[in-house]
């Protein structure tokens, strides 16, 4: 158990719709990053908030967006879904200062299937 | 741009040794990881190396050599529960890790 919880475990939506996703990253840690997973893919970097700004995003459009609270739980909003949303959500927290390697720890995910 | 390579798949014997390779080719160096996935679960963290060298911890140890952007994991002993992907992470900057696709890796008695 990493200490870093996501909700909803799973969900299925019909393509146009919005989703939100949210994430409590593990105690002390003021860095949370997410990554969307493909079936039989390694996951993919879709941005990073640190102290609730965005702080470095990937090759996703506008329509994938975050937010990150004071009290560093986050969420990932994704609007006019698509068919090829459909992925493993990863939420990972860290703090970058106190840790020397920096490693992620991961949240259980969130499964999205977009019909 | 950024690319990372490795073995789409390997297959290995309980109590064998198997070496997984990783090339890669980032804008940005911070250090590279290495995490174990699970089938159905999240990845969890192995190991890192910023300086050139190995790093030993236990059954496993990772390699890298900045200059030819190359690194590897060594699992000895390995057991039935070493099944799992296993993701080649160089890290960009502020923590921001690039995984590649993985490498499935299956551990047959």
């Known amino acids: 158990e990493t200490g870093v919880t996501q909700s909803p475990t799973h969900l299925i939506k019909t393509r146009g719709q919005q989703v939100t996703l949210r994430c409590s990253s593990q105690?002390?840690?003021?860095?949370v990053s997410w990554y969307q997973q493909a079936l039989g893919q390694g996951p993919q970097f879709i941005f990073q908030?640190?102290?609730?700004?965005?702080?470095g995003r990937g090759n996703f459009p506008p329509r994938f967006s975050g937010l990150q609270f004071p009290n560093y739980s986050s969420e990932l909003n994704v609007n006019a879904l698509e068919l090829d949303d459909s992925a493993l959500y990863l939420c990972?927290?860290?703090?970058?200062?106190?840790?020397?390697?920096?490693?992620?720890?991961f949240g259980e995910g969130s499964r999205l299937t977009v019909l | 741009g950024q690319n990372i390579d490795q073995p789409t798949e390997m297959t290995a014997t309980e109590g064998a040794i198997v070496q997984i390779n990783c090339t890669y080719q980032?804008?940005?160096?911070?250090?590279l990881f290495w995490y174990q996935q699970h089938a159905g679960e999240a990845p969890t963290f192995l190991s890192y190396?910023?300086?050139?060298g190995l790093e030993e911890k236990g059954r496993f140890s990772s390699f890298l050599s900045r200059s030819k952007g190359y690194s590897y994991l060594l699992l000895k002993e390995l057991q039935m529960k070493d099944s799992a992907s296993y993701l080649c992470a160089p890290s960009g900057g502020y923590n921001k890790l690039i995984f590649g696709a993985g490498t499935r890796l299956a551990v047959h008695p």
């Open positions: 980032t804008s940005g160096f911070n250090g």
């Open positions: 105690s002390g840690h003021n860095t």
């Open positions: 908030y640190y102290r609730e700004e965005e702080n």
């Open positions: 190396n910023v300086l050139d």
């Open positions: 990972a927290s860290t703090n970058p200062i106190a840790q020397g390697a920096g490693e992620l720890f």
